[in-house]
């Protein structure tokens, strides 16, 4: 990334942090104190003065230090440091998300290299696609009769049809030159699906893979805090029961750095993959 483009994003969180100091320590709308308790919990300071519903950043970055200084603590089995949750997370997510390249990307080149098969199995791609991760849920949970497994099911049912869609479509729009060149070498089928079909569908293939990367990993949060007692969805869930707002809002800014990391990694691999092909 260029250097002024990286100025200009530091200007720009900059300036929303500035923006969230100011709402945050104004009076305006607030009122005069707040319960000390309910202060205690959301990580603010109670007292005489304006404060509000929502930490200052202050308040959130000293929660921060706090809960990085004790990221891989595992004294007490039921606080775990939130370290250990975001691996559990990462370790779900990772496991559906194998799952689902072992099944979509070979899946996804039977259907572009065979339109009739596509044409009959489209409708029931079409059909399961746009439900909701969530309401497999109960299914999984009754099914698996575990919540991890369930977990994992979860992130394996909405991983799979952004990768099988664009294997097939990258695989089923291969330049017809490239394809001609294959005839005339009188290559096989696995020679011309290697050697051809394969390189002119990674970049299809390394987008479908990020899209479902970017999904699994937001699709988790929600999945944790449905049926899971570990992981970072269950960390926010639990938090929010104790009022531990300034402990969400780190949590919340972790799954997106972790989110963009696995983004940036996925877009590496697909450039390192298309200048060797």
Do not use: K
């Amino acid at each position: 990334m260029p250097r002024r483009t990286w100025l200009a994003s530091l200007l720009l969180l900059a300036a929303f942090v500035a923006v969230w100091h100011l709402l945050t320590s104004s009076g305006s709308g607030a009122p005069s104190a707040i319960d000390p308790e309910y202060a205690r919990l959301a990580g603010q300071s109670a007292g005489a003065g304006p404060t509000a519903a929502i930490p200052t950043p202050g308040a959130v970055a000293q929660r921060a230090y706090e809960l990085l200084a004790n990221a891989f603590d595992r004294s007490n089995p039921n606080n775990l440091g939130i370290a250990w949750h975001l691996m559990y997370s990462m370790g779900r997510v990772l496991l559906g998300y194998v799952l689902a390249v072992i099944v979509a990307v070979p899946m996804g080149f039977a259907l572009g290299l065979v339109p009739p098969l596509y044409q009959i199995l489209n409708p029931f791609i079409q059909v399961l696609r746009p439900i909701s991760p969530l309401a497999w849920m109960p299914l999984a949970l009754y099914t698996f009769r575990d919540s991890s497994v369930s977990t994992i099911f979860i992130i394996f049912i909405c991983a799979i049809w952004p990768m099988l869609i664009n294997t097939a479509a990258g695989a089923g729009s291969v330049r017809h030159e490239w394809l001609n060149v294959s005839r005339v070498f009188g290559l096989g089928t696995f020679e011309h699906v290697t050697r051809i079909v394969l390189p002119a569908s990674v970049p299809m293939i390394m987008t479908g893979m990020r899209v479902s990367i970017g999904i699994a990993w937001f699709v988790i949060v929600a999945a944790e805090m449905v049926g899971a007692q570990s992981g970072i969805g269950y960390f926010i869930w639990n938090e929010w029961n104790n009022l531990q707002i300034a402990s969400m809002i780190v949590a919340i800014v972790l799954i997106g750095l972790v989110g963009l990391g696995l983004d940036i990694g996925l877009s590496w691999i697909g450039q390192r993959l298309s200048f060797r092909e």
